[in-house]
């Protein structure tokens, strides 16, 4: 990250748990406080980050609330995400993480109010839509079907993270000419990070009873469950060819738009190594 980033991302991620702490919502000493901050700021590295260096490239500026305002977008998704997930967690961090998530998504909606045609709002709750569908859907381990009929597909790998192209949607007029390319990039570039991920924390997916891509397909092709990581192992060569598609995808997109991402070549190391540690070889 160099330094104008790093500055611009310490000051906003300190807003940010500021602004949360200061309305009651978290207390700045506790555990889950730092717990969250950790996993937000590596969201940002992940996502953010890179849709931050394509919006200066493309249109040639350095606004800081754009990265301020998407950051809240961000949070917002990891919080949703938390909450989700929260089935084993005490009622009264269900609370707090139900009214964190919602003070975001307020403080993002209140940004795009202000700096958009109302119009777009249409727009904005179809992504919101998606992305919320998709997290639901996931958590329905006793009757797959919809997810299975509905997500068991490549190209909807992406809608996990669908709300974070909304910002790529929002510079469509300003870059007409490269829309469809830089869409096309970070569909691949969100796939390749999700599906990763996906395989790099499939124990964990199992035992807290989630569907991803990788235990969809298995589940597709034995019409039960996976008990282990080792059952899923016979598909190691699918997931190569589909992640080392996904990069090619990228780069390709990359070339045609004429910059190449820090952030992206970082990003994608990062999950190799972890994946190498998994026995793929991508």
């Not at 589940?219 to 080392?244: A, M, S």
Request: glycine fraction near 2%.
């Amino acid at each position: 990250m160099n330094l104008l980033f790093e500055e611009q991302f310490n000051s906003n991620i300190d807003i940010i748990f500021n602004d949360l702490a200061n309305v009651g919502i978290l207390h700045p000493e506790s555990k889950f406080f730092f717990e969250i901050k950790k996993k937000i700021s590596k969201s940002y590295l992940h996502n953010l980050y890179p849709l931050t260096e394509y919006y200066n490239y493309l249109l040639r500026e350095n606004d800081p609330s754009f990265s301020l305002y998407n950051l809240y977008l961000t949070a917002y998704a990891s919080f949703l995400d938390q909450l989700l997930d929260a089935s084993r967690v005490d009622p009264v961090r269900k609370v707090k993480i139900t009214q964190a998530s919602s003070y975001l998504l307020l403080k993002y909606f209140e940004y795009l109010i202000k700096t958009s045609n109302p119009e777009i709002v249409k727009y904005f709750y179809e992504y919101y839509s998606k992305q919320t569908e998709y997290l639901v859907r996931e958590k329905e381990w006793i009757y797959p079907q919809t997810y299975i009929s509905k997500y068991l597909l490549k190209s909807k790998l992406h809608n996990k993270e669908v709300l974070l192209l909304f910002p790529v949607f929002l510079w469509k007029i300003n870059i007409s000419l490269k829309y469809a390319i830089i869409k096309k990039l970070f569909i691949n570039y969100f796939s390749f990070i999700l599906l990763s991920d996906d395989i790099i924390d499939v124990e964990s997916d199992i035992e807290n009873q989630c569907i991803t891509y990788p235990i969809g397909v298995y589940y597709k092709i034995k019409g039960k469950w996976p008990k282990h990581k080792k059952n899923i192992d016979f598909l190691l060569p699918h997931f190569e060819k589909l992640l080392l598609n996904f990069i090619q995808n990228i780069e390709n997109a990359e070339k045609d738009i004429g910059y190449n991402s820090i952030a992206v070549e970082g990003t994608i190391s990062e999950f190799r190594k972890g994946l190498s540690n998994r026995g793929y070889h991508i």
